[in-house]
């Protein structure tokens, strides 16, 4: 499975984003997609993850409520719908994928295939 992010950029505080992962390869009903964050000296953070087989979603709590993941089989597509976002969210944000192992994943080792990051700075 090969993956691309796509949709980072510059935007004020209380504004909107969406990334896009676009993903080749086969993904079936025991993988889950998800997107992690990371700024420099700190380690990658979850921020949402989806199965791919039952639409199951989870969240970090730092963004659940502002943040949406959804997919669109249809185009080989997974998506991360940003509102309200704070200045604190600014990162580098990776789309990974792997295979289910537990009914939550939230770690970066549980994930083994991963896009190129693309970064979102988010001003006040």
């Known amino acids: 499975v090969q993956l691309q992010a796509s949709g980072g950029g510059p935007v004020q505080a209380g504004g909107s984003l969406r990334l896009s992962c676009t993903y080749s390869g086969r993904i079936g009903g025991r993988y889950v997609m998800g997107w992690f964050r990371q700024t420099p000296g700190k380690e990658r953070e979850f921020v949402a993850a989806?199965?791919?087989?039952?639409?199951?979603?989870w969240y970090a709590e730092s963004v659940k409520g502002r943040f949406a993941i959804s997919r669109d089989n249809a185009k080989n597509t997974m998506t991360l719908q940003m509102n309200s976002l704070k200045p604190e969210d600014t990162a580098v944000y990776y789309c990974?994928?792997?295979?289910?192992?537990?009914?939550?994943?939230?770690?970066?080792?549980?994930?083994?295939?991963w896009g190129q990051g693309t970064l979102v700075t988010v001003s006040s």
């Open positions: 990974a994928a792997g295979r289910v192992i537990t009914s939550s994943m939230r770690t970066p080792s549980q994930y083994n295939n």
């Open positions: 989806i199965r791919w087989g039952p639409s199951n979603t």
